[in-house]
């Protein structure tokens, strides 16, 4: 069964101390990991796509990694502006283009900081 | 700000009323979705709709009836709502169905006395 799970549930940092969210995911096949980010009582915005191990994306103080089993949002010196809940999707190649739901979130690190 | 834009914000109705969410984009994509969201869970996926066509129902009770009248627009219907379908509701559109790139509206806020 596929499965994504992202670790910690709840992260407090002061501005400017750097730190690393954490998306593990069980699929058959990854097609896709997706970072999102949500502000309380808003809609999630999308922040970034990763296809495959290795690549890296980045906006400005956020940094994507994926590797075959996790991926990292890297927050390098924070500001209380990132401060919001962050949640990770992941697309599996069996169920694309099928007629199940085509994501698999977790259910997300919040992140606050403070000044 | 937003390109997906859904009215109302808020919405308060009692379990015999009928009610409506709307939904609407113009960044020219083609596949829309209702997304229903509990305060500290992920969005929950409820319907999609590709090209105008429903082509995804994740076993909705009937009470939510939801309709795609062009591509730019997506409606969800209520009725006879129950106090447990309080609840964000989200839509998002995407440029096509099998991406995982969402454009997520801000919600609606429905509470179900």
């Known amino acids: 069964e596929d499965q994504v799970t992202q670790s910690p549930e709840a992260l407090r940092l002061q501005e400017g101390e750097s730190s690393s969210l954490n998306c593990s995911y069980t699929v058959s096949g990854l097609r896709g990991l997706f970072w999102y980010r949500q502000d309380p009582g808003k809609g999630p915005e999308f922040l970034f796509t990763l296809y495959s191990a290795g690549e890296e994306k980045e906006k400005e103080r956020l940094k994507a990694t994926l590797t075959k089993k996790e991926s990292f949002l890297h927050i390098t010196a924070p500001k209380p502006e990132d401060s919001a809940t962050y949640l990770c999707?992941?697309?599996?190649?069996?169920?694309?283009?099928?007629?199940?739901?085509?994501?698999?979130f977790g259910k997300g690190t919040k992140l606050s900081v403070k000044p | 700000d937003t390109e997906v834009t859904q009215t109302p914000k808020h919405l308060v109705m009692g379990m015999t009323n009928k009610k409506s969410l709307k939904c609407e984009q113009h960044m020219g994509h083609r596949a829309m979705y209702w997304y229903k969201q509990k305060a500290k869970k992920p969005p929950e996926l409820m319907f999609v709709?590709?090209?105008?066509?429903?082509?995804i129902n994740e076993s909705v009770p009937s009470r939510f009836s939801p309709e795609c009248p062009n591509s730019s627009l997506l409606n969800l219907h209520l009725h006879a709502l129950q106090p447990e379908d309080s609840a964000l509701y989200l839509c998002a559109s995407s440029r096509g169905q099998n991406t995982g790139e969402l454009f997520f509206g801000e919600g609606s806020r429905l509470t179900v006395l």
């Open positions: 999707a992941v697309q599996d190649y069996k169920l694309y283009g099928g007629s199940q739901g085509n994501l698999i």
């Open positions: 709709y590709s090209y105008e066509k429903l082509s």
